[in-house]
């Protein structure tokens, strides 16, 4: 296996997959965990918060506040089976930032928000283009299956 | 909705999962997820290390060497659903270690293996009470769901 093919074949695993968990860690430096949607443009992933604030859970707003405090992070797309020799996973490291509408990083939100919509078709009618965006800059990957 | 009904719909959830995500800090302080196997008790977490050394990932053998660093950990068991009106989790935070088959420990981790080759058949042809056990003291749990 060539490491081209390696790439292109985590970057299936990744496409072909709708969530991620994303681990983060709050200002005392307790990891936590949520389940996201994203997309993959090839460098960077995304994710959106489309939840209206009255409605966001507690969770999901500490996510953010956690990335303002500590950028690092780890996302996990697996695969589970019942029979354990079909195992997989891509593990991503990276750093995360938030990017707003309007804001300097304006033309890739309304980028990441054309791509989340492209894959997503629950964002189509969600106004995610008037809320922050999880970038994240990937520091490494990692493609692990119990195949070997 | 009572406390005592939260926390039985709480324990289901979990018991009618089969794989969860655990979000561990290395020495550095940065987070990392692992999809995990687990058996809940109603008070504590536990996961086996069945792979042999020898053939253990590199992820796996981190979250080991990261638990000994920091036992701080977090849990996210969820279900995703294209119909985003059914999406829901239970975010569980707690304290990690590890606990070693004839040890100080050695009853509990006789429970442990016991109780994990019940809830997975996978491990009843699988060494793993000859290895060591990720034991998870919860601290909080959560539960959400998109329905509200």
């Given at each position: 296996m060539t490491s081209q093919e390696a790439d292109e074949r985590t970057r299936q695993f990744i496409d072909s997959h709708r969530v991620a968990r994303l681990a983060t860690v709050d200002a005392s430096g307790h990891p936590t965990v949520v389940p996201i949607c994203y997309v993959f443009d090839g460098g960077r992933f995304y994710s959106a918060i489309d939840e209206k604030p009255k409605t966001v859970s507690a969770d999901r707003l500490k996510r953010l506040m956690n990335l303002a405090v500590d950028p690092r992070i780890s996302l996990v797309i697996d695969d589970y089976s019942?029979?354990?020799?079909q195992l997989g996973y891509v593990l991503v490291r990276g750093r995360a930032d938030v990017i707003e509408p309007g804001g300097r990083d304006a033309k890739e939100h309304s980028k990441a928000v054309e791509l989340l919509r492209e894959r997503y078709?629950?964002?189509?009618?969600?106004?995610i283009d008037r809320r922050p965006i999880i970038r994240i800059e990937v520091t490494r990957v990692r493609r692990w299956t119990s195949k070997g």
């Open positions: 019942e029979d354990w020799t078709s629950q964002y189509r009618t969600k106004a």
